[in-house]
């Protein structure tokens, strides 16, 4: 009779520890290696929609740089009014990124395009924008409905206001 009471005891305590563990374990992840974000506005359409939820990992860009095409969120440096972006990298540190002819250049080169539409404004990067150091030139997909790096509003984006890499869509479902 003790021994079935004291083998029920130890179940119940082995479920209330793994319980305790996945809630620490989840925590963890939530705090440190993820965030999640809600897309806002039709600046990355078609790709991401207005309401999307995303889980955005903040851990990656710890271990290594963005990389070209990569969807980030950074947050502006305007630090009396802070703002949240979702946008594409497309040029990184050291290239030269110009916009002409309705489309994106990387080092005189045509980037790969991920709007339906020709680029209406070439904006700051009529003339080419030269990166430095740490720094990158982001894109909304949906390009002429975009606040993005050919505006003098975001800029360049530099790697410290970099938040993480937008990536699984948890909400809606489907």
């Not at 806002?40 to 995303?54: A, F, I, V």
Request: hydrophobic share 35%; with cysteine.
């Amino acid at each position: 009779m003790r021994k079935k009471k004291r083998q029920r005891r130890d179940k119940i305590a082995a479920y209330v520890l793994t319980f305790v563990a996945v809630i620490f374990a989840a925590f963890i992840i939530v705090r440190f290696l993820c965030a999640g974000y809600t897309v806002q506005g039709d600046s990355m359409l078609p790709t991401y929609e207005s309401g999307e939820k995303r889980l955005v990992n903040r851990l990656i860009y710890k271990v290594k740089s963005p990389a070209r095409y990569d969807i980030i969120l950074f947050e502006s440096e305007d630090e009396t009014n802070k703002q949240y972006y979702v946008k594409r990298v497309v040029g990184l540190p050291g290239e030269t990124v110009q916009v002409r002819d309705g489309n994106v250049y990387v080092d005189g080169r045509k980037a790969k395009s991920f709007g339906k539409e020709q680029i209406l404004s070439p904006g700051l990067a009529a003339d080419g924008v030269k990166l430095s150091k740490n720094q990158y030139f982001v894109m909304g997909d949906n390009y002429n409905n975009s606040e993005d790096s050919r505006s003098a509003v975001v800029g360049n984006v530099k790697k410290t206001q970099i938040i993480g890499k937008v990536g699984i869509k948890y909400w809606p479902f489907g």
